[in-house]
């Protein structure tokens, strides 16, 4: 079983057979380190599943670039406003590492629809899911001080400091690299 349908079946709740007719609207490509999955401007075409590997999502501003969100395995990467409201997208995907990815284009993830009589359902709770943790990390940013967030992250995603710079985690968590660096050797004492 895929990651993907693993994630569909515990995190959807959807029965088997359902599950490999929804991976079958999905199909694997892989990004080389460098490569972007989705560049921002662009009409976002695809929603892909991180099978394995890291991407970063972020913006690029005058020329600083802030990131938004480290994807690994087990994750959907897309900017979710662009793919559902056929506009461009705001943010860069940017494979970190090789990464293989589960990928469906626009035409087939509304196809789904036609195949799956509650796929409705499911899509909302897809969304609400997205919505959720886009909450969580907003709320994380606006409760927690900047060495809480360090350790929240660092005990949920630990991988991702052996394998992302640390400028972009930092980025990603909110403070510079030398804020980072400085809770990095206070957790280490």
Not at 29 to 58: C, D, H, N
Not at 86 to 96: D, G, I, T, V, W
Not at 148 to 158: G, K
Not at 161 to 168: A, K, Q, R, S, T
Request: net charge neutral; aromatic share 12%; hydrophobic share 45%.
């Amino acid at each position: 079983m895929t990651e993907l349908e693993k994630y569909i079946t515990t995190t959807m709740g959807v029965a088997e057979d359902d599950v490999q007719r929804i991976a079958s609207f999905f199909q694997p490509i892989t990004l080389l380190k460098g490569e972007y999955f989705l560049k921002a401007g662009r009409m976002s075409e695809r929603l892909a599943f991180v099978q394995e590997g890291i991407l970063r999502e972020y913006v690029a501003r005058d020329e600083q670039e802030v990131t938004k969100w480290i994807c690994t395995k087990g994750y959907f990467v897309v900017d979710l406003s662009a793919f559902i409201f056929r506009k461009p997208a705001r943010f860069n995907l940017q494979a970190l590492t090789d990464v293989e990815l589960h990928v469906i284009d626009a035409a087939n993830y509304k196809r789904i629809g036609e195949v799956l009589p509650d796929w409705n359902e499911l899509e909302k709770r897809f969304i609400t899911r997205c919505f959720s943790a886009l909450e969580d990390r907003v709320l994380m940013h606006l409760s927690m001080t900047a060495a809480e967030r360090y350790d929240l992250v660092f005990a949920q995603r630990r991988e991702l400091f052996n394998h992302v710079p640390l400028h972009y985690l930092a980025s990603m968590l909110g403070m510079t690299p030398e804020t980072l660096s400085r809770l990095r050797a206070r957790a280490a004492t």
